[in-house]
């Protein structure tokens, strides 16, 4: 069965400061990935994703995340957070069987 | 991408009672999806709408606590039938577009249950 692992359930930074938010999922077979992003009252938005090609994603608001095999992560990355990144990010797997399994999420906080 | 509105966006309702939630797309879509975010939790998905017949439901959901319509491919409701405070949770529905891995999400209602 598919699982999905986001180790940190918050994490504050400063603002312009790099961020990382990890996830590490476990899948027997292939696997597509997600990040999305739930502002404040809103629903989710997806941020990126990874289904096949290049390990290195770009998404959207300057996010980026880098699918590993070896180590089944995929970790979401940004050089330089503003005030405007704070949200619960949330990652995500499919095997391709059509259900998307999520994180719990973890919440950004940037501090100014 | 699509629009998806959601109504109503919270609700507070008394145990015992029902509620329907309506999730409304500005495009056809094939796929249609319900999930439940419990309070700090992740998101469960609940069941699979399909148009034209019954929705697909998750292990743990059953029709009649969560019977679910969708009359077209624009537009589905899912009902909070018989309500408890453990009901209390954020609603989303979701569409598939452009391939069943990229759901696009509607904001939610918020339903506390008293």
């Known amino acids: 069965a598919q699982s999905v692992t986001q180790l940190d359930s918050q994490v504050p930074v400063f603002e312009e400061a790099p961020v990382e938010l990890r996830c590490n999922y476990s899948?027997?077979?292939?696997?597509?990935l997600f990040w999305y992003v739930q502002y404040p009252n809103q629903g989710l938005q997806l941020l990126l994703k990874y289904l096949s090609g290049s390990t290195l994603v770009k998404g959207i608001n300057g996010f980026e995340a880098e699918f590993n095999k070896s180590q089944t992560s995929f970790h979401l990355r940004k050089p330089s957070v503003h005030i405007s990144d704070t949200a619960e990010y949330f990652c995500a797997v499919t095997n391709r069987d059509d259900k998307i399994i999520f994180g719990k999420g973890t919440r950004l906080h940037i501090l100014p | 991408s699509a629009v998806i509105s959601q109504k109503p966006s919270r609700d507070i309702c008394q145990r015992g009672t029902s509620l329907t939630i309506q999730c409304q797309v500005d495009?056809?879509?094939?796929?249609m999806f319900w999930y439940r975010q419990q309070p700090g939790q992740s998101l469960t998905l609940i069941a699979t709408a399909n148009q034209g017949s019954e929705a697909t439901y998750e292990s743990g959901f059953v029709i009649d606590k969560f019977p679910i319509s969708r009359p077209n491919l624009t537009f589905s409701t899912l009902t909070v039938s018989n309500m408890s405070p453990e009901d209390s949770s954020i609603y989303l529905c979701s569409v598939a577009i452009g391939g069943p891995y990229e759901q696009y999400f509607g904001p939610g209602t918020r339903l506390t249950v008293t």
């Open positions: 899948s027997s077979v292939s696997v597509y």
């Open positions: 495009s056809q879509v094939t796929m």
